[in-house]
T-cell receptor, first 112, second 109 residues
């Protein structure tokens, strides 16, 4: 699975959009981009995933660049409860039973 | 709502004790996972199971074993607990979209 690079930390004002970048320059054509987050003292939580098209669900939007070398997770109206560590993970479905490799992630602090 | 439950939120055990951590999921998932999380090291996969009675080693299986006798239940066993197994243990079920339990914070003294 391709490696990902994320900034260690980011701040965001409450009510504003939080844009979390992820670099995955070695991603291959059949690898998906997954995002999880972990709120303090809780287990990680699945957010969203995509292959090449932009995706949106009730939690967030995922924008993947055309060359697929990077992506951005967007929380459109961040709240204090979105303060968490956000993990970008690249997954190859073929031959994988789903063992996720979590990097260090981005610690997002949403401030009032 | 998917539910993954773990038997204890906090556990304190002595060195050398046999420790059982239980995980139960209610979504009929075939795949279940055990991770541990330590400061500065992130989440690391210990074992996973893709079917009843099937198991695969993850990245750090030494000192651990697992049991999957029923589809909904996946147990992590520390055969002889040691202080370096003090950690947060997280169970998950699913495959690529994984649902995690609340975690068990185990302290071995």
């Amino acid at each position: 699975d391709a490696k990902t690079t994320q900034p260690p930390s980011m701040d965001c004002a409450e009510g504003r959009a939080a844009n979390l970048p992820c670099n995955h320059s070695t991603i291959s054509g059949n690898e998906y981009v997954y995002w999880y987050r972990q709120i303090h003292s809780q287990g990680p939580q699945y957010i969203i995933h995509g292959l090449k098209n932009n995706e949106t669900n009730e939690m967030a939007s995922l924008i993947i660049t055309e060359d697929r070398k990077s992506s951005t997770l967007i929380l459109p109206h961040a709240t204090l409860r979105d303060t968490a560590v956000y993990y970008c993970i690249v997954l190859n479905y073929g031959g994988s039973q789903g063992n996720l490799i979590f990097g260090k992630g981005t610690k997002l602090s949403v401030k009032p | 709502d998917v539910k993954v439950t773990q038997s204890s939120r906090y556990l304190v055990k002595r060195t050398g004790e046999k420790v059982f951590l239980e995980c139960v999921q209610d979504m009929d998932h075939e795949n279940m996972f055990w991770y541990r999380q330590d400061p500065g090291l992130g989440l690391r996969l210990i074992y996973f199971s893709y079917d009843v009675k099937m198991k695969e080693k993850g990245d750090i299986p030494e000192g651990y074993s697992v049991s999957r006798e029923k589809k909904e239940r996946f147990s992590l066993i520390l055969e002889s607990a040691s202080t370096n197994q003090t950690s947060m243990y997280l169970c998950a079920s699913g495959r690529y979209e994984q649902y995690f339990g609340p975690g068990t914070r185990l302290t071995v003294t």
